[in-house]
Antibody, heavy 121, light 108 residues
Framework: QVQLVQAGAEVRKPGASVKVSCKAS????????LHWLRQAPGQGLEWMGW????????HSSQKFQGRVTMTGDPSISTAYMEMKRLTSDDTAVYFC??????????????WGQGTLVTVSS | EIVLTQSPGTLSLSPGERATLSCRAS???????LAWYQRKPGQAPRLLIF???NRATGIPDRFSGSGSGTDFTLTISRLEPEDFALYFC?????????FGGGTKVEIK
């Protein structure tokens, strides 16, 4: 069965970077885009962008362009989301998620369990 | 971007009762591309409904979605103990993808 496994929690200081991982199993990693989303405390979910693990191509929300890098390593079926210049506003649970079919439309049947990133001095 | 407003913020009901949750969009959602999810503390979101009214695989038929355009509804016909959770909607018809703030269904 499809599984997306994320590492636990991360704590960073303001101005630092964080790299969140998402290990996929149960399907062909290069066959489906992986999306990244986050949920800050008391807020709704926010879509950040996607990566095409087959080509390495990415597309991110305008809000995160220039600060977020999404990569993938097909050899270990793992995707990564790196965020730079963290502020306290980036404190959130970060999720990876996959659509039921390859490509559009982008609703999500499979989710990682989330990685809590806390940004605090 | 499309803003999704969910109401009520909290719904206090008893097991066996009917729950009606609303998701209203600031603009027309293309092709009624709206999904509903359930989330419990410490768990990943669970897809319930896609395309406004299509149940996802394995979702019990007490969950149903309806609506079109800008007004959508998730109905839980008879609440089971495991249904008390947070529910949120997502539109995927108009980039960027956006989500509602959620409705918490709590035990009365």
């Amino acid at each position: 069965q499809v599984q997306l496994v994320q590492a636990g929690a991360e704590v960073r200081k303001p101005g630092a970077s964080v790299k969140v991982s998402c290990k996929a199993s149960g399907y062909t990693f290069t066959g489906y885009y992986l999306h990244w989303l986050r949920q800050a405390p008391g807020q709704g979910l926010e879509w950040m962008g996607w990566i095409n693990p087959n080509s390495g191509g990415t597309h991110s929300s305008q809000k995160f362009q220039g600060r977020v890098t999404m990569t993938g390593d097909p050899s270990i079926s793992t995707a990564y989301m790196e965020m730079k210049r963290l502020t306290s506003d980036d404190t959130a649970v970060y999720f990876c998620a996959r659509t039921p079919e390859s490509g559009y439309p982008y609703y999500f049947e499979y989710w990682g369990q989330g990685t809590l990133v806390t940004v605090s001095s | 971007e499309i803003v999704l407003t969910q109401s009520p913020g909290t719904l206090s009901l008893s097991p066996g009762e009917r729950a009606t949750l609303s998701c209203r969009a600031s603009h027309l959602i293309s092709r009624d591309f709206l999904a509903w999810y359930q989330r419990k503390p410490g768990q990943a979101p669970r897809l319930l409904i896609f395309g406004a009214s299509n149940r996802a695989t394995g979702i019990p038929d007490r969950f149903s979605g309806s609506g079109s355009g800008t007004d959508f509804t998730l109905t839980i016909s008879r609440l089971e103990p495991e249904d008390f959770a947070l529910y949120f909607c997502q539109q995927y018809g108009n980039p960027p993808l956006t989500f509602g703030g959620g409705t918490k269904v709590e035990i009365k």
